[in-house]
């Protein structure tokens, strides 16, 4: 990426990045780091370290882990370790990568992506939530997807509202999508094949009988229950109609936005989901949940169909409005392209990133404030 250059004398400061599977294997946050450091325009340089490795070790994982500190002792002080946790592993990882930084004098920010950090918190043993809490009381800055995750941290965490900040999620433009005429409306899942996904409600709707015999077909992408999701597809004779390329990367995603119209994604729980707003930045009819940040970003009848989740009969019945109204999908579609116009923008994304980082410099850049 480029960014601006100071004078010779002046170092730019560096956000060095912590993910788990880093941008190959971190899933939507390796997805969202990949984008910040493709983005131009940034004032500060960015650096990822993997915390965690492609697969589940535990010496891979051990490794991954004394390599990232290691970074963070040999780091400058001007570095800024940005710290992208969620629940589970990652929070372990995390604990100990913040109380490494506690003893360098290293500051970090935590940016928490999580579809229910309360209910994880709820299933630790009480040190471990008393854990939690001081890593995050004692970050510089928490970052957040959405009000619910910023209740949690507040009111959960004990985190000062004042060091509490939400930042949705962002993609970089993708333009507008170049779909050619067919015979039959288009489906589109992409995400993990799973049951927090919808994916047993979605495969019950679309074998529904208001929905069978519909001139559609159907794209499943991702990874997970794959073998499991083909036998229901088999059992509910829906094979012919509906195609597992099983995980794809984010080129051929984009080419499977761009052969479809509709994007569904049912979850029972996400953050802010990486996959609807790529939906929305296409310009695709967009069918979700009433989950995580989604409610207060999309609007019901405006630029998307929203159902409740785990709702089958609703989910077929959305699903089978936009495949029998090609005008209704070309209104969503459009007031969807706009909202990402508006309001998610990759570059502003990346300026109001820097600077969040920017203020836990101990000495600020001497090239001046951030936007």
Request: proline share 5%.
């Amino acid at each position: 990426m480029s960014f601006h250059q100071p004078h010779h004398r002046q170092k730019i400061p560096v956000i060095r990045h912590h993910v788990a599977g880093g941008t190959e294997h971190g899933g939507g946050i390796g997805r969202l780091v990949s984008y910040v450091l493709a983005t131009d325009g940034g004032r500060l340089r960015h650096s990822v370290c993997d915390t965690r490795g492609s697969k589940w070790r535990p010496l891979g994982s051990s490794f991954r882990l004394v390599a990232a500190m290691m970074a963070m002792a040999l780091s400058a002080s001007a570095t800024v370790q940005h710290l992208h946790i969620a629940g589970r592993g990652s929070t372990l990882r995390k604990l100990i990568l913040g109380c490494w930084a506690n003893m360098l004098g290293r500051p970090y920010v935590l940016h928490l992506h999580d579809y229910d950090y309360a209910a994880d918190l709820d299933r630790r043993p009480a040190w471990q939530q008393r854990a939690i809490g001081r890593l995050f009381t004692r970050a510089a800055q928490v970052i957040v997807l959405g009000q619910r995750d910023a209740a949690t941290v507040t009111c959960r965490l004990g985190v000062d509202p004042s060091r509490v900040v939400v930042l949705r999620n962002c993609v970089p433009d993708p333009g507008r999508r170049q779909r050619q005429g067919s015979a039959g409306t288009r489906i589109l899942f992409l995400g993990r094949l799973s049951a927090r996904k919808g994916v047993p409600e979605l495969v019950e709707a679309l074998a529904r009988p208001e929905l069978r015999d519909k001139p559609w077909t159907a794209v499943l992408a991702g990874d997970g229950e794959v073998d499991e999701t083909r036998r229901a597809l088999a059992r509910l004779g829906l094979s012919d109609k509906v195609r597992l390329p099983g995980w794809v990367d984010a080129a051929a995603a984009q080419k499977l936005r761009d052969e479809s119209d509709i994007l569904v994604l049912p979850s029972h729980a996400e953050g802010f989901a990486m996959s609807v707003l790529e939906g929305l930045a296409q310009g695709m009819a967009v069918v979700t949940t009433r989950v995580g940040a989604h409610d207060e970003v999309l609007e019901d009848e405006v630029n998307c169909l929203l159902v409740p989740p785990g709702d089958v009969t609703a989910l077929a019945a959305a699903l089978r409005r936009l495949i029998d109204d090609e005008g209704l999908r070309s209104r969503l579609g459009q007031a969807a392209r706009r909202l990402y116009e508006t309001d998610f923008s990759m570059t502003r994304y990346l300026h109001r990133l820097e600077a969040l980082d920017a203020k836990a410099i101990p000495q600020p850049p001497l090239f001046g404030k951030l936007p």
